[in-house]
């Protein structure tokens, strides 16, 4: 992974701006049924607690885990009873510890206790105010709005903690605001709404009521291009970090889209990824946790920043003597 270094010059003197790369530091997981095992990892959060929340789609369950991988507890099975899930995908975590999944072949959301007890739900399938097809993004604003991304149907909803109705904006299409497959949603630390527009190949922003605010992105592998890109997570400190299903990478940006940089490849070994799904961040974007879908296991990685100390630009010109 390249390291890189970020250079202003003032008026007399060079000033270190924060650079920062990622690197591999730890996984956990395996394929399975069992506490710690998967099978097709799709979803990840971060509690306040720090404790990691995993959404294993094809087992149906909820997994929990200390922040460095050990099993804590589960809850779920196949079915559509309350509790019970169809291929649940993403899900998030309020700051009272409220766990909200996206079930999304169950077309609902669900809402649980830090330990998984069940607390409700909503949803069905279809095209109204309370209705989705295939929901596989949740999020929450810091009031405890819920945020939805309602894949088939090319929108994004917004509730109340309970599942009351807010809003909702989006069609299909490829202009500002319509969406094409939105696959996930965030929100950022000022309010802002943030959607993977997976077949639209890029990420659009939003004002918490839906008014678009702008976009970046197309197809292709470079930087800042998009191949089917999935999932997205915005760390406290405002770094955007999406997930490509088909680049099997995570790349991060500003919170208006100018590119950082980005790790990973196929394969399986550290830092390697086989169609990478959530992404969650801890320790305000410190660490990076990603679902490895089919390698079944999580993956997190550390921030490793570097940075020059004010020196004379004479210094400067002699290190690249």
Request: aromatic share 16%; hydrophobic share 35%; charged share 20%.
């Amino acid at each position: 992974m390249k390291r890189l270094s970020i250079i202003a010059i003032g008026s007399a003197s060079l000033v270190s701006a924060a650079a920062a790369t990622y690197e591999y530091e730890g996984q956990w997981g395996r394929l399975g049924v069992g506490n710690g095992a998967f099978m097709e990892v799709s979803g990840v959060a971060v509690a306040p607690n720090g404790n990691v929340y995993v959404s294993d789609a094809s087992n149906n369950c909820i997994q929990y885990f200390t922040p460095t991988g050990s099993f804590l507890g589960r809850w779920g099975k196949p079915g559509n009873a309350p509790g019970q899930f169809n291929r649940p995908f993403n899900l998030t975590v309020a700051s009272s510890g409220r766990v909200y999944v996206a079930d999304t072949y169950n077309n609902r959301v669900q809402y649980f206790t830090a330990a998984g007890s069940y607390l409700g739900q909503w949803g069905r399938l279809g095209t109204g105010l309370k209705e989705f097809d295939k929901p596989r993004g949740v999020a929450l604003a810091p009031s405890g709005n819920v945020f939805v991304a309602d894949s088939e149907n090319d929108r994004i909803l917004r509730f109340k903690p309970n599942g009351s109705y807010l809003g909702r904006w989006g069609r299909s299409g490829k202009g500002d605001g319509q969406f094409d497959f939105p696959a996930d949603v965030a929100l950022a630390p000022d309010g802002r709404v943030y959607v993977v527009d997976g077949a639209n190949a890029r990420i659009q922003y939003f004002t918490a009521y839906g008014t678009f605010l702008g976009k970046w992105g197309s197809w292709g592998s470079g930087n800042g291009e998009f191949f089917y890109p999935v999932a997205i997570a915005i760390s406290l400190d405002g770094l955007v970090f999406v997930t490509e299903d088909f680049n099997q990478r995570v790349q991060y940006f500003t919170k208006d889209g100018s590119f950082l940089g980005t790790w990973g490849s196929f394969g399986r070994g550290p830092g390697e990824f086989n169609h990478p799904r959530g992404v969650a961040t801890a320790n305000f974007g410190k660490r990076v946790y990603v679902a490895d879908r089919w390698n079944d296991r999580v993956q997190y990685f550390r921030r490793v920043e570097y940075g020059l100390e004010p020196c004379s630009l004479g210094r400067v010109k002699a290190l690249f003597k």
